[in-house]
């Protein structure tokens, strides 16, 4: 989704190397040089990658009106605008194998015989491989998908409209040989490392575990969540970490759990007191995907308003799943923020922004400023709030929090007024 209309999704990153500070002249011709480029002679590479402006797949014309922005009260602008152009040139093995029987079929035509020769079909082999290289040189099978990319020079973050591996690996390198800069997901355990290591504490870091917040669940039954049986219970398996970012990536699903115990004790919302943000209103709602953090009683998903409340969610809570997704309100003193994130890789997803106030009605450019300046608040916001988890979680007072939160599990009952909503979808797996 791009940035400048509707809801955005985005991949953040931090920038790590001698970036450049500010959007000069500089930044944009190394944008140029960097620009897509078709190939001009031959079939092309299966995938091509290049910079473009971002206003639209063919324009590699980058100026300081259509790719600098200032955020507001800036003296210069520290935000660069542009996207990521992404060509695949893939022929279907089906039309390949048409051509090779097509070509076959000539030949045994031809034969006395009527059956094509090894050498006949070796050669029918090459003529279609050669019709196929023609088709990828004319540009027959390509299929162009342009990513939108915001870079904060100020604050070292990029943001990727997009998650897909391949899309970020080729971002990635060009990055990389463009700027001479390399791009660190800002999953959960890479944004916790950086925040506790900054305040000289690597070693609590390392140290962290997962929390068992249940006993493991019995396969066959309802498991056992009395005190003892949940210190007994041996490590959380957490399947899903082994192709995460950062092997602490569950403190994700940690922090998500942690916002649904302290929205659930204190009302509709809770009130996250951060250093940066300040007071920040957080609530779960619209969605919540869970998985068994054991890797026993599978995954479920819910879908409605207030999910977090339905029977199948404390159920789930109970035999050991924990959130890996759900629907965000963030709330601070200038705006609200609805959104969806996945914990452990910390991916945001269809956030709406909130309408910018302003006095008269903005150019089409202070308009994407404003929303730009926007996303880049979402994403500070919400790293505001995941500090004073982290802060929280290797604290002494994490031992209290997580007390409380199996007790919260065990005893978690659903009011009668909302048990049996109509306006629910739930999948189980």
């Not at 609590?204 to 669940?217: H, M, Q």
Request: glycine fraction near 8%.
């Amino acid at each position: 989704m791009p940035f400048d209309t509707g809801r955005v999704t985005f991949t953040r990153f931090h920038v790590a190397g001698d970036a450049p500070p500010r959007v000069d002249d500089t930044v944009l011709s190394i944008l140029s040089e960097h620009r897509f480029r078709e190939s001009d002679v031959g079939a092309p590479d299966e995938v091509e990658a290049g910079f473009t402006t971002g206003a639209h797949l063919f324009d590699t014309r980058f100026t300081l009106e259509k790719n600098g922005y200032a955020p507001a009260g800036a003296a210069a602008a520290t935000l660069v605008y542009f996207a990521l152009r992404v060509d695949t040139h893939k022929v279907p093995a089906e039309v390949k194998r048409a051509y090779r029987v097509m070509n076959e079929q000539s030949a045994a035509a031809a034969s006395p015989t009527g059956y094509a020769s090894k050498s006949e079909k070796r050669q029918a082999r090459e003529t279609a491989n050669e019709q196929v290289r023609q088709e990828l040189a004319d540009g027959k099978h390509r299929r162009s998908k342009l990513v939108p990319v915001l870079w904060d020079l100020a604050a070292r973050r990029l943001y990727c409209g997009a998650t897909g591996t391949t899309v970020i690996e080729h971002l990635s390198r060009l990055m990389r040989q463009a700027f001479a800069v390399d791009l660190e997901a800002l999953s959960a355990g890479t944004l916790a490392g950086s925040l506790i290591k900054a305040e000289g504490r690597s070693r609590d870091y390392e140290d962290l575990r997962p929390s068992a917040f249940t006993a493991a669940p019995d396969a066959t039954g309802p498991e056992d969540t009395n005190e003892s049986a949940v210190e007994t219970s041996g490590g959380v398996v957490l399947p899903w970490i082994a192709k995460s970012v950062d092997l602490k990536d569950y403190l994700g699903n940690e922090f998500l759990l942690w916002l649904w115990w302290r929205g659930e004790r204190e009302g509709e919302s809770s009130a996250v007191e951060t250093e940066a943000s300040g007071e920040v209103f957080v609530a779960l709602d619209k969605a919540l995907d869970m998985d068994c953090a054991w890797d026993r009683t599978g995954k479920q998903t819910l879908r409605g308003e207030h999910p977090t409340r339905l029977p199948e969610a404390g159920d789930a809570l109970r035999t050991g799943k924990w959130p890996r997704k759900a629907g965000l309100i963030l709330a601070d003193a200038d705006g609200q923020w609805e959104l969806t994130l996945q914990g452990d890789a910390m991916v945001i997803g269809g956030a709406t922004l909130p309408e910018p106030e302003s006095a008269e009605a903005p150019t089409p450019r202070d308009r994407l400023a404003q929303r730009l300046e926007l996303v880049t608040r979402l994403g500070a916001t919400l790293d505001a709030v995941y500090a004073a988890f982290v802060q929280q979680r290797t604290s002494a007072g994490w031992s209290h929090d997580r007390e409380a939160i199996r007790g919260w599990i065990r005893s978690r009952h659903v009011p009668a007024s909302l048990a049996g909503r109509p306006d629910r979808e739930t999948v189980a797996v």
